[in-house]
């Protein structure tokens, strides 16, 4: 390697360097740590998108890390892909689950992250009618090698119906 | 600064990059993530200790941060020490929180980590019995600016009860 380069690695480590020591551990955070939030809030808009269109099983499925774990309510904790899918294709035929993202946040070093926000269940009751259970959400996210990020833990419970007590 | 002062910033920098940014996003953990991670598992630990010796309201108000939120099962999302104290203390008296972390992660920044275990809520029934609830949870964590780790999310929901379908 010319001494050239090398002076361009090490100042540009030097850059980066600076930029995630010298942010404090509190709740400031930079544009760096914005844009990168605002990138995984966006994974997250995008797979409620996908849950919209091709069902939240093919939707778990694509964004999932193969070590990925569910937490669902009233069930034990379910780990892997195939077990997710499984546990996730047991639910009433038709069912619809979206989600709205309220914040994201990312570690500084870029490979850790999480997600929260509200979601809804729709679905045919055993009178036929519709109903829909409201809940709320935690997902955590980890960038992978190819630099998207897969979910690798999510857990939700209910929350009152929107207006209520 | 002195250039020798510099030379050593510099290189002590680059020395934190090349561990910090030669890591792969993947599953594998180096030992330096994994003192962290036993840190934080550790943290968790002694939370569900100073619940069991002073009771979780104590606990949950020493180990949250102040912009801490909490999701409760049936509730709305509650945000800020005093709300959080407030609706921990609606419960039944004497009831019993109580948790046992299966593992915990930190972002290879060390700023950000999380938590996940099962759980028990032991209290007195309406008919005067004890009654246990059993559940699983996720605690999102940040390392303050003292390097204490705060919790800044608590998810939880219920699961059978062990040895149970």
Redesign the interface.
């Known amino acids: 390697m010319r001494i050239q380069s090398l002076m361009s690695v ?1 100042l540009l ?2 850059f ?3 930029i ?2 010298s ?5 400031v955070r930079t544009n760096v740590d914005s844009l990168e939030a605002a990138v995984l809030l966006k994974t997250d808009s995008d797979f409620n998108k996908l849950s919209i269109e091709k069902g939240f099983v093919e939707a778990f499925l694509s964004y999932m890390a193969d ?1 990925a ?1 569910l ?7 379910i780990t892997g892909k195939e077990n997710i899918k499984n546990h996730l294709s047991e639910g009433p035929a038709n069912a619809v689950l979206t989600w709205k993202p309220l914040k994201a ?5 870029g ?4 997600t ?1 926000g509200s979601s809804e269940y729709k679905f045919k009751g055993d009178d036929g009618k519709p109903a829909v259970h409201y809940g ?3 997902t ?1 996210w ?4 190819d630099g998207s990020w897969k979910f690798i ?1 999510d ?6 119906a929107p207006g209520g007590k």
Do not use: H
């Open positions: 090490i480590l030097v980066f360097c600076s995630s020591y942010q404090p551990a509190g709740d070590s774990m937490f669902p309510n009233g069930s034990n904790l946040e990312v570690a500084e070093s490979d850790l992250g999480y929260y709320k959400y935690i955590v980890k960038r992978q090698c833990l857990i939700g419970n209910p929350s009152p």
